[in-house]
């Protein structure tokens, strides 16, 4: 396993444990639960191929995940840094904090928490809940009673956005944000923040399931093409010199055994096939057959088609070779629709067209669409 520097904290593993998806078992009454004959033997596997950060929530797994892994990590507690969350969306109060860490603390029977993030916020959130109820403040008293090491945030707005929030939060630590081979949005804010002492941990580094799959993708960026779709998405990942971990939702032994065999090897790509990539998916980028912006002028559609949506899983094949991940999306789309249908509902009213400031031949592009990922 690969040690990176984590900001002010220490060391962290180059793979976290991102305990979302561990498995469950669905009751007859439509409960869950999370299968710990499973779920337990995994998580301590991790450890001892050298992963020491374990990340959880409190809404993760039906509510579940922080009394399993909890359990899980009860041997090696000390060994490793626990990081959990609290959600903002229900808060009212400057004593909503003090409440939500105590409920985190009991669920994973711990005194401490290594990593605390507010979860999932975005400038409004921060300006709206943060700072009106002055939470930073009840984090750095909990901070001096030893409740909590550090205090991170996971991260969901624009890049500007997260500059906004590390410079007026000179208590947090660590940032959790999303990144991947087909989102690099924030690429530049990644850096910024390792500038200024952050760690950065990555969530979804294959791009929440659409790298999972098997793909020309290795072939279309030119480098290390004899590797798997997910494999190329962590090495990517990790190509990032300021990436501290990447965080990664492992169902299984052969996916964590996978991941920890990549994230091991301290050549996950070389500075210069990092930046290689980087171009070539530029480069990629700006071939695209169908350039939609996603702006949705063309909404609403008289018909309820998803145009963007369609149009976005129509460039994950044609422009980034995934047609696995591709054509489940569209049928995800296909499923919403009334019909049963993404595109077949369009009637070529060209209402769409007219307002596209791309110009864009809609319904003749979702023709297209259809008979690449239709059934």
Same mark, same amino acid.
Do not use: W
């Given at each position: 396993?690969q040690?990176?520097?984590?900001g002010?904290i220490?060391?962290?593993?180059?793979?976290?444990f991102?305990?979302?998806?561990?498995?469950?078992?669905?009751g007859?009454d439509?409960s869950?639960s999370?299968?710990?004959e $499973? %779920?337990?033997p995994?998580?301590?596997?991790?450890?001892?191929?050298?992963v020491?950060? /374990?990340?959880?929530?409190?809404?993760? @797994?039906?509510?579940?995940s922080?009394y399993?892994v909890?359990?899980?990590?009860?041997?090696?507690r000390? $060994?490793?840094?626990?990081?959990?969350?609290?959600p903002?969306?229900?808060?009212?109060?400057?004593g909503?904090?003090? $409440?939500?860490?105590?409920?985190?603390?009991?669920?994973?029977d711990?005194?401490?928490?290594?990593?605390?993030?507010?979860?999932? #916020?975005n400038?409004?959130?921060?300006?709206?809940?943060?700072l009106?109820?002055?939470?930073?403040?009840?984090a750095?008293?909990?901070?001096?009673?030893?409740?909590i090491?550090h205090?991170?945030?996971?991260?969901h707005?624009s890049p500007?956005a997260m500059g906004?929030?590390?410079e007026?939060?000179?208590i947090?630590?660590?940032?959790l944000?999303?990144?991947?081979l087909?989102d690099?949005a924030?690429?530049?804010? #990644?850096?910024?923040?390792?500038?200024?002492?952050?760690?950065?941990? #990555?969530? &979804?580094p294959?791009?929440?399931?659409?790298l999972?799959?098997?793909? %020309? *993708?290795g072939?279309?960026?030119?480098v290390?093409?004899?590797?798997?779709?997910?494999e190329?998405?962590?090495?990517?990942?990790?190509?990032?010199?300021?990436?501290?971990?990447?965080?990664?939702?492992m169902?299984? *032994?052969?996916?964590?055994?996978?991941?920890?065999?990549v994230a091991?090897d301290?050549?996950?790509?070389?500075?210069?096939e990092?930046?290689?990539v980087?171009r070539?998916?530029?480069e990629i980028e700006?071939?695209?057959?169908?350039?939609c912006?996603g702006?949705e002028? @063309?909404?609403? @559609?008289?018909?309820?088609?998803?145009?963007?949506?369609? /149009?976005r899983?129509?460039?994950?094949?044609?422009?980034?070779?995934?047609?696995?991940?591709?054509k489940?999306?569209?049928?995800? #789309?296909?499923s919403?629709h009334?019909?049963?249908t993404?595109?077949?509902?369009?009637?070529?009213c060209?209402?769409?067209? $007219? +307002?596209?400031?791309?110009?864009?031949?809609?319904?003749?592009l979702? +023709?297209?669409a259809e008979? %690449?990922? &239709?059934?």
């Open positions: 396993m040690y990176r520097k984590f002010r220490g060391n962290i593993s180059a793979l976290g991102g305990c979302m998806r561990l498995p469950e078992i669905e007859a439509g869950f999370i299968d710990e $499973k %779920a337990i995994l998580l301590r596997r991790a450890y001892d191929l050298g020491n950060y /374990f990340d959880t929530a409190v809404g993760y @797994c039906h509510q579940n922080q399993t909890g359990r899980a990590v009860k041997p090696f000390d $060994k490793i840094m626990l990081s959990t969350k609290i903002l969306s229900d808060c009212d109060n400057q909503y904090f003090r $409440k939500m860490l105590e409920q985190s603390l009991s669920r994973l711990t005194e401490y928490i290594d990593v605390y993030h507010f979860h999932g #916020i400038k409004a959130l921060f300006d709206d809940k943060i009106k109820f002055d939470l930073l403040k009840e750095r008293r909990a901070i001096d009673e030893g409740l090491r205090i991170s945030f996971s991260f707005d500007e906004y929030i590390i007026r939060g000179e947090f630590s660590s940032v944000c999303q990144y991947n087909l690099r924030n690429e530049e804010a #990644i850096a910024n923040a390792a500038e200024k002492g952050l760690g950065v941990v #990555i969530m &979804g294959v791009g929440g399931g659409r999972g799959g098997a793909s %020309a *993708l072939e279309k960026v030119g290390r093409s004899g590797a798997a779709t997910p190329l998405a962590l090495r990517f990942v990790l190509g990032n010199r300021n990436v501290s971990c990447a965080l990664s939702g169902r299984d *032994l052969e996916m964590l055994e996978k991941n920890a065999a091991g301290e050549t996950s790509l070389t500075e210069t990092f930046a290689d980087n070539m998916l530029s700006k071939f695209r057959e169908l350039y912006t702006c002028y @063309c909404l609403p @559609c008289p018909k309820e088609i998803r145009i963007p949506e369609i /149009f899983a129509y460039n994950l094949a044609n422009v980034y070779g995934l047609s696995e991940a591709a489940q999306q569209y049928a995800h #789309i296909a919403r009334q019909t049963g993404a595109s077949g509902a369009c009637v070529s060209r209402a769409c067209v $007219k +307002k596209c400031p791309q110009n864009l031949d809609i319904p003749a979702l +023709k297209k008979a %690449a990922l &239709g059934v």
